[in-house]
């Protein structure tokens, strides 16, 4: 079964996250599928917006950090490590470099890395059982690459209390503090995406492609760059006995023990 699904549905085009079983965790082949659709989408016409949502109860619960255990085995584990975070820091550039406005329906809670794929969007729906966090640090990781865009979305203040806090915030509180930019009932959250998508379609493709690059490109100029420094950062923590113990803490169910 494919990682995803794309369907297009003019005016937009929809990536659904496919591993409901796993919460729609991000597998690297997942990740490499979700970049080649931004890549087809890109080039289909008839699609002015994309919505990205996900199957089952989940949008996205971060990183597959089974995989992430499982490397640790493998002898160029530091190495496949940085790949990895190189990886999904090519999507979040992919998605601030798209020409076409991308709509994030949060059909659940989007955690981590998936938190990560709702602030790389233009527009964040969310329905009332949503929520959002950066766990990262509970299991011995970094949010490298999620932190500057967070900060660029809502303010370094914001982003310092959820990032030193680690704690994953109920849609209300995601909505007042302007990560999510809509609350809409669970059942009307892609209707409600696509209509969304009929609003962007009014404007001339051109225009919302260079509005767009003036976002990402002037008043977010130096978000690549710490994207590309994130993902050292997140690449690194990985590395280190902190990690080890998180990710089988929480692969084990168990409070970790930090040294």
Same mark, same amino acid.
């Given at each position: ?14 990536? @659904? ?12 082949? /997942?990740?490499?599928?979700? @970049? ?26 971060? /990183? ?30 992919? /998605? ?14 989007? *955690? ?41 979305? @809502? ?23 302007? *990560? ?27 225009? *919302? ?9 002037? *008043? ?40």
């Amino acid at each position: 079964m494919s990682a995803i699904q794309v369907k297009v549905h003019a005016p937009s085009g929809t990536i @659904i996250l496919n591993r409901p079983e796993r919460r729609n965790a991000l597998s690297r082949e /997942m990740l490499r599928q979700i @970049i080649q659709a931004f890549h087809d989408l890109h080039q289909e016409k008839r699609v002015r917006a994309v919505i990205l949502t996900g199957a089952g109860s989940a949008f996205c619960a971060g /990183m597959d950090l089974a995989e992430m255990q499982a490397t640790a085995k493998e002898p160029d584990a530091q190495a496949q490590w940085y790949n990895d975070s190189v990886l999904y820091s090519e999507l979040l550039e992919v /998605m601030l470099r798209f020409p076409k406005p991308i709509i994030a329906a949060l059909n659940g809670p989007a *955690i981590a890395g998936g938190m990560g794929l709702a602030l790389g969007s233009d527009l964040v729906l969310a329905s009332s059982s949503a929520s959002v966090g950066l766990p990262e640090p509970r299991r011995g990781l970094v949010a490298g690459m999620v932190s500057p865009l967070l900060a660029f979305r @809502i303010g370094a203040g914001q982003a310092a209390r959820l990032l030193v806090t680690a704690r994953i915030i109920p849609v209300d509180e995601a909505l007042r503090i302007g *990560i999510v930019h809509e609350v809409v009932g669970d059942d009307l959250i892609w209707a409600r995406a696509h209509e969304l998508a009929k609003e962007c379609a009014e404007s001339a493709p051109e225009a *919302i492609q260079l509005t767009k690059r003036m976002l990402y490109d002037t *008043i977010g100029e130096h978000l690549i760059t710490q994207l590309t420094s994130g993902a050292a950062i997140s690449a690194t923590a990985r590395t280190t006995e902190a990690a080890v113990e998180g990710l089988a803490a929480f692969l084990e169910k168990r409070p970790p023990k930090w040294q």
